[in-house]
């Protein structure tokens, strides 16, 4: 095998491994398990027997994925969920509602999803754990405009801020000041329940406040 072939092996391995190590189904199976009564996540340990209902909530194209891989170790302790996902970007789900919704300009199929994950929000109480998955593009999947603000306006905020070339971090920003769940308001909508998130990030540096 000459030099050049060993390169070119050495590359396709480093990108396969590459590709596992961001595969969304994969890292939440790393990060997510189930040690008898325990709910492990992270570093952070759940009591079961103590919770009543487990859901998951979210958005972002790789939430399918993400969808799929909590319903692995959690089974039947996961009751339902709803998230929203891009046009084109599901998986199979046992028990969780995949909303396909448009992306990058949001569309009315976002804001019935957003609605969806609002009114499931309020039917918990503090022994229910959620789990909210978000990933790239869930700000643009899950549109709930403040009162005054339609969607269209969203929809025209959209476009003019992709023409003009925003950045991510400038596009989001904007779209969590018109939002009734943007901006930490999905987290206030599920007090007093125990949220659990779960970030796949595809913003550089990683800031939580824009992701």
């Known amino acids: 095998m000459s030099s050049v072939e060993v390169l070119r092996d050495h590359a396709r391995a480093i990108f396969e491994e590459a590709l596992k190590a961001v595969d969304p189904f994969e890292a939440v199976l790393r990060h997510v398990r189930i040690e008898k009564d325990r709910l492990r996540v992270g570093g952070h340990v759940y009591d079961l027997a103590a919770l009543r209902n487990v859901y998951v909530v979210g958005a972002g194209k790789a939430g399918a994925a993400m969808s799929a891989a909590l319903e692995t170790p959690l089974g039947d302790r996961l009751k339902s969920g709803i998230v929203n996902v ?6 199979p789900t046992r028990c ?12 009315e199929q976002g804001v019935a999803g957003a609605k969806a994950i609002v009114d499931l929000l309020k039917g918990c109480d503090a022994s229910d754990l959620i789990f909210c998955v978000l990933s790239g593009g869930g700000s643009a999947l899950l549109p ?30 904007l779209r969590k ?30 800031p939580l406040d824009i992701i």
């Open 86 to 91: 891009k046009y084109d970007h599901t998986a």
């Open 144 to 173: 709930l405009p403040v009162p005054g603000v339609g969607l269209s306006d969203k929809q025209t905020l959209t476009c003019l801020l992709l023409e003009c070339g925003a950045t991510i971090n400038e596009i989001n920003t």
């Open 96 to 107: 969780v509602r995949l909303i396909e919704a448009g992306h990058p300009v949001p569309d």
């Open 177 to 206: 000041h018109v939002s009734l769940v943007k901006g930490g308001q999905l987290a206030r909508l599920a007090y007093p329940a125990t949220l659990v998130t779960l970030i796949l990030s595809d913003v550089i540096d990683d």
